[in-house]
């Protein structure tokens, strides 16, 4: 009879394990599991891509050291490379693309969830949602025979207000630094547009009533209380736009001019880390060559961590002092 008992015992699923089942069936510990595997996979291909930039530049990191960072010779035949030209263009047209993009695409967003009527707003945002899919290289061709031809034209007059500064001096033959911020703003603008103007829309309606009770205008209502309110995801949505501009290739190759030079000048043609991998690394023959632009690749990748982590600092300061 003892030994019954304690065959049914033993049978019987401890405590530990019978709430695990529970949770088990009722889906809980399923969707954790899912999820932490999701999240655990991004970790692995984020680690494991900067694994391999790491790994296969090694060559080049071993050769030029910290040096390649601040050197600005790039000569294929001497088996000479310096990562500077490239990280100054990157830097300098996606400052540029974000100079033009952030007024327009924030100020297009305001229009389009608080003061424009909902039958336009609907259909304008259609339209830049439909931008936002247009790809790369189309925007490149747009770039070559729309852009830079009209920039042709306003450039007497850009030069005869702010020829006087560094920036924009010097001759203008269409490809340019100039163009490559430009065509770049065009491409960033719809993503502002269409993340701020979902976060604007979010804000409570309690927020605006409130204001408009305490007799703000509609005007007031918007800029005073609704803007920073959605705040971060405004800013986040210009940091996608940022990720977007630094990475860009296609575009960017096509109006940039693809001169490994540092110019003041934005009328001047230069180059991006992502246009000179795209360009020259099915030509590169050596193993130096390779490991270079591999190394680029690294460079670009750590360049866009830094300035990511730099802007959630600042939005975390920036939440500090209105606390």
């Known amino acids: 009879m003892a030994a019954s008992s304690t065959t049914v015992a033993s049978a019987t699923p401890s405590r530990p394990v ?12 399923v969707a954790y599991v899912v999820t932490f595997m999701a999240s655990a996979t991004i970790l692995l291909i984020t680690g494991l891509l900067v694994y391999e930039l790491f790994i296969n530049s090694a060559e080049s990191r071993s050769k030029f050291g ?44 305001i229009f389009l969830a608080e003061l424009a009527p909902p039958k336009i707003s609907d259909a304008l945002t259609f339209l830049i949602e439909l931008l936002a899919a247009v790809p790369s290289v189309i925007y490149g061709l747009l770039g070559i025979f729309v852009l830079v031809p009209l920039l042709r034209q306003v450039e007497p007059a850009l030069r005869a207000v702010l020829g006087w500064t560094p920036f924009f001096s010097g001759p203008f033959y269409g490809v340019s630094l100039f163009s490559a911020g430009v065509i770049l703003s ?3 603008i719809p993503f502002i547009i269409s993340i701020s103007r979902e976060v604007i829309l979010a804000v409570p309606g309690d927020q605006r009533e409130a204001a408009l009770a305490l007799g703000a205008t509609r005007w007031e209502t918007t800029w005073d209380v609704v803007v920073p309110y959605a705040r971060k995801g405004i800013m986040g949505s210009i940091f996608l736009a940022l990720a977007r501009s630094l990475g860009e290739t ?22 991006s880390i992502a246009a000179v991998i795209a360009n020259e690394f099915t030509e590169a023959t050596g193993k130096i060559y390779t490991s270079a632009l591999i190394e680029l690749g690294l460079v670009l990748f750590a360049l866009t961590i830094v300035i990511n982590g730099a802007a959630r600092l600042l939005v975390m300061d920036s939440d500090k002092g209105h606390a």
């Open 18 to 29: 019978r709430s695990y089942l529970q949770r088990l069936r009722s889906g809980d510990e």
């Open 66 to 109: 910290w040096n390649f960072l601040v050197t600005s010779t790039w000569d294929p035949v001497n088996d000479q490379f310096g990562a500077l030209p490239f990280i100054y263009g990157t830097l300098v047209s996606s400052a540029l693309a974000l100079l033009i993009g952030i007024p327009l695409g924030v100020g297009a967003a």
């Open 186 to 188: 065009v491409m960033i």
């Open 250 to 271: 296609m575009a960017v190759t096509m109006v940039i001019g693809n001169d490994p030079k540092i110019k003041a000048s934005l009328f001047a043609p230069g180059y």
